[in-house]
Structure formats: C-alpha cells, structure tokens
C-alpha cells in the first residue's frame, strides 16, 4: 500500500479487487450505460452485491460518460456502490474531460451522502480502451482539482487489480499530488 496524506484527506493505493474492500463506504463501479453487468469491474461487481442491485440500476439507467450515480451495496460489505460511465478511448470526447468526470462526479456523490471512505477501480482502462499511463495521470488531476470540494470523505483509495496498474498509478500520485 502507498498512502499520501493531503488536505486532511488519506490518499491510498493498493493492489486488489475492489470488491473485497470491506472498511470502505462506497465502492466506485466501472459501469456501462445500462447499469448491468458485464465483464471486468462492473461484472465483478454486479455478481458479488446480487440480483438486487441490478433491480435497483434499472431506473437509473442509461448514464450518459462521466455521470455518476449510486446505489445501495446489497451483498458487499460496502454500504455503498457509487457506478461511474468512463469514456471509450478513441470515441467518447473529449476522453480527458469525461474520465475527470467520472471521479469528480464520484467525489461529489459520495460527499453528497455523507460519505467517508470510498474505493475507485482504475476506470475506463480495461475493455474501454483508455491507457493506463494517461488513465493515471487524468485521475489524478481530477483528485487534486476536487481536494478543495471535500469536506465528508477521509479516505479515497485506488484499488488496482494488478501490479503494474498499481505502479503506474502510485508514480502517478508522486508526481500530481503534491
């Protein structure tokens, strides 16, 4: 784990699955537009919280890219999913604006709610096609552009699926949040 303190607020990165993240509020999920389930994060997600949250998504889809909106967490261990739509690289534009979108948006759903903790996956750098270098470095712009905005959340964590992703984004961090 790498932990950056800043503005009051603990920055975590960590190597893991995002739906096994159990002393967090909120988990964010990578979602589609439709709210289902699929492959990667949003399927993870959708098999481990149950049949119920896709009962629940139903009316608040379609999310249009960088719209955020949550849900109860059901059979997670988070009280909370917050589903985030991340841009396609190559066709949602502009990809920078719109993947800063989906933290920001994030960020304020959860301090919305009175949030304290919450996880994000790496968005849009799976199947979405966005990479992972950029994805890094777009994220966290985003957090520091947000860290004035919060006054809930103490922990935000970033909870990559693997090694390299976790690099990538802890040098990220280094570099951004200062």
């Known amino acids: 784990m790498h932990e950056i303190k800043i503005n009051g607020v ?51 889809a379609p999310i249009q890219p960088g719209e955020a909106v949550i849900t109860g967490g059901y059979n997670l261990d988070n009280d909370y999913i917050i589903h985030t739509l991340g841009p396609v690289y190559g066709r949602d534009k502009p990809e920078d604006k719109l993947l800063k979108g989906c933290y920001q948006n994030s960020l304020r759903v959860a301090e919305d709610s009175g949030l304290k903790s919450i996880g994000f996956p790496a968005i849009s750098t799976g199947a979405f096609g966005y990479p992972v270098e950029l994805a890094a470095e777009v994220t966290m712009e985003a957090i520091k552009e947000y860290l004035d905005k919060i006054n809930q959340l103490q922990k935000i964590r970033f909870v990559l699926f693997d090694k390299s992703d976790y690099e990538v984004y802890k040098k990220a961090a280094e570099k951004f949040i200062q």
């Open 10 to 60: 603990s920055m975590e990165i960590v190597k893991g699955n995002i739906v096994k993240q159990p002393d967090l509020d909120a988990v964010v999920n990578a979602a589609n537009a439709e709210l289902r389930t699929g492959g990667g994060v949003a399927g993870a997600i959708h098999r481990a919280a149950g049949p119920e949250l896709t009962e629940e998504t139903r009316s608040l």
